[in-house]
């Protein structure tokens, strides 16, 4: 049985905000995009793991605002309701601005939703990440080459410059707790957000490469 039949049958064990974002999913891209419609995309995940994210923005090049943010993804019921809710997230008001939503945070996202079962919060990853990966898309086109931070450089820990692909190299060399990844990456957990963060890409990455 797959997860999406899974949702369907079993007990619903997601909030009430989740249950409205995957029945009633926003900003979903529901045919062909046209090269108009857009002026970056980002993806993130795999099919091969399960989950692919695409998404598609429009920024107003004058304040580099997130006017429009469509999206795709073929996963379940979490990843499904994240992404509705990051594009709602990145374009309510008038819209974040590039800065704005390289730091919206799988936290942010999950606080939104009212909560995920633990073993969903990688889902939530995933929507960030395409998100950050739009963002240096419309860098790239805009030729702004210099705004551009690659999704692996990304820095979780200021002080130690711990960044997730060292948390992800951390757990891919055999580091199964949050605790082995502190030891062999020396991240500061006692920053409750650096712990934070450190927590949850530990879990996606165990999921991950289990």
Known sequence: M?????????????SDIVREHFFHPQN?????????????????????????LR???????????????YWQTFGCASAIAATSMTSVIATQENGMTLGEARCLTPRQIMESLGGLPTRKIHCSV???????????DYYRRTQQFDKIEPEATRVIDPIAR?????????????????D???????????DPRVGQEVAQLVRFYLEKYQ
């Open 28 to 52: 979903f891209l529901d045919h062909e995009i046209k090269i108009d419609e857009y002026n970056a995309m980002g993806r993130a995940g795999s099919p091969a793991c399960g989950d692919e």
């Open 2 to 14: 797959t997860d999406l039949e899974q949702d369907n049958f079993q007990p619903w064990f997601y």
């Open 162 to 178: 711990v960044t997730d692909k060292d948390i992800e190299e951390a757990v891919l060399s055999g580091a199964k707790s949050i």
């Open 180 to 190: 082995e990844v502190a030891q062999k990456t020396k991240v500061h957990l006692s």
């Open 55 to 69: 998404v598609w923005l429009w920024v107003d090049g004058d304040d580099e605002r997130i006017k429009k943010f």
């Open 126 to 136: 995933l929507s960030d990440k395409a998100l950050r990966d739009a963002v240096n």
